[in-house]
């Protein structure tokens, strides 16, 4: 076999690869051998391209791999699983650039005049989505890790301006293709992609940036894919066009998961601080029902059913470990612990499932917003560690609510809430929570995972 061939029957394979291993993560108990399968063509897919005769020198090649594989390695040891969201902008950053510097590599080597016009095409777009990605998951990177500020950051017209500016990146993009010799313009559409990436996710606001991070894994996705028309290489393209579509259609479920378009996703500026009166001490409307831990000890104690809500406070404070032993004692008494998972809990999509997995919590335990909103009403207690938005019933029951129509948890029609959370300030969407005045609700104020440890030594005694 020439090596021709073995590169194209080790990119098919490692293409095959990466197909089962998506399929492996749509199922809980099969997304650990996905990741394997994917790993496997991943190694697969590096060999085959070593492989490539057109390769001079293996010093740069050799000296990037060790230093990639030190920065990889460090973060899978050292990042908690708490971090995923910022770990994951980060690797989208570092993709986009990647891509955009292959981009600007072929531009220069090979001259656009001296490329095909699907070459010119490609490298075009290429650069474009990688520039756009890069900053942008920098942007998304700042927010979530507090660096820049939660709340959507806007100007007058900064829609207009973001349009123009996505309207001028295209048209100097097509403009290359049909005039390659046109050095200035290439450049100026990578500068804009930059530009694009910052204009249009700081105006994003926290409570849409589950929405966000599938956006920009697909910008990474398409980009890959227009790295590989413009390379030659088929394993790029199937491997990009697979990241680009499956971020598209999960950017889709994340979207209707909270009753919201791409559009108002990418330009209402959601998550903008609400003027609304105050609902604790001193506030015009009612006082949330704070109690105590043992108060609330004894309510689980009482308890013959129990749903843990969790959301991000409980990534914030780590306190997956905790909320697993809780549910360990209170079954070990006779209780029912079952968990219900939001699909826009957290700050990423599956984010709570990530966590609770590696907490051990078994699979079965964990229930979506469809499969169990319906239990509340016939539950003892529902346990929200950290959640706000979407446990806010003001969803369900007013108007003129900036989450009205968001399918949210049905928690208020349990027999008792219990919401544990650091302050009584609002979530992502910036909006009072209606849920932390009800009657039958009970606030904990404090650390999630030093309460819920509470919680289980007062019930272990």
């Known amino acids: ?59 740069w090649i050799i000296l990037g791999l060790i230093i990639g594989s030190a ?10 699983m708490t971090k995923m969201p910022e770990r994951i902008a980060l690797s989208h950053a570092f993709g986009g650039l990647a891509v955009a510097l292959v981009g600007v590599s072929e531009f220069y080597h090979h001259g656009g005049p001296n490329m095909t016009t699907l070459q010119m095409t490609a490298t075009s777009f290429e650069v474009l989505l990688g520039a756009l990605t890069f900053t942008g998951s920098l942007i998304a990177f700042g927010k979530l890790q ?66 966000v991070i599938c956006l920009l894994n697909s910008y990474a996705g398409l980009a890959a894919a227009a790295t590989g ?44 601080v609400i003027e609304t009166p105050k ?32 959301g991000y406070g409980m990534a914030v404070s780590q306190a997956q470990h905790a909320v697993r032993d809780l549910a360990n004692v209170l079954q070990g008494t006779g209780v029912t612990v079952r968990y219900a998972i939001h699909p826009v809990a957290g700050r990423m999509p599956g984010h709570m499932n990530v966590l609770l997995a590696e907490a051990n919590v078994p699979y079965d335990q964990l229930f979506d917003l469809d499969d169990i909103n319906d239990d509340f009403a016939a ?54 929570n209606e849920l932390f005045v009800r009657k039958n609700t009970m606030m904990v104020l404090g650390d999630a995972k030093k309460t819920i440890s509470a919680f289980t030594s007062a019930l272990k005694e």
Request: one cysteine or more; charged letters at 10%.
């Open 1 to 59: 076999m020439n090596t021709v061939l073995l590169i194209q029957v080790l990119y098919l394979v490692a293409s095959v690869l990466f197909i089962l291993g998506l399929r492996g993560l749509g199922d809980a108990e099969t997304s650990r051998r996905g990741i394997q399968l994917a790993e496997v063509g991943m190694l697969l897919a590096v060999i085959a391209t070593l492989l490539n005769q057109e390769i001079v020198s293996f010093t």
């Open 71 to 80: 920065i990889g390695t460090a973060m899978a040891l050292w990042i908690p």
């Open 146 to 211: 507090g660096i820049l500020p939660g709340r959507p950051l806007t100007y007058p017209g900064n829609n207009a301006i973001n349009l123009t500016l996505l309207a001028a990146a295209f048209a100097g993009a097509i403009v290359v293709v049909f005039r390659p010799d046109m050095t200035v313009i290439f450049y100026g559409v990578t500068g804009l992609g930059l530009l694009l990436g910052v204009s249009l996710v700081l105006p994003i606001g926290g409570a849409d940036m589950p929405v």
């Open 229 to 272: 028309f413009a390379l030659g290489n088929n394993v790029l393209i199937i491997c990009g066009a697979l990241d680009g579509g499956s971020g598209f259609l999960l950017g889709v479920m994340m979207s209707k998961a909270m009753n919201r378009s791409f559009a108002n996703v990418l330009f209402g500026a959601f998550g903008s």
């Open 279 to 310: 609902l604790g001490p001193g506030g015009p409307v009612a006082i949330p029902n704070e109690g105590s831990v043992d108060e609330a000890a004894e309510v689980l104690r009482a308890a013959r059913s129990v749903i843990v809500v969790p």
């Open 379 to 432: 539950t003892d207690v529902a346990l929200v560690v950290g959640a706000n938005d979407v446990v806010n019933p003001a969803a369900k029951t007013n108007p003129a609510s900036p989450i009205f129509g968001m399918p949210v948890f049905n928690t208020d029609s349990a027999k008792t809430v219990i919401v544990l959370k650091r302050t009584m300030n609002p979530g992502f969407a910036g909006i009072e």
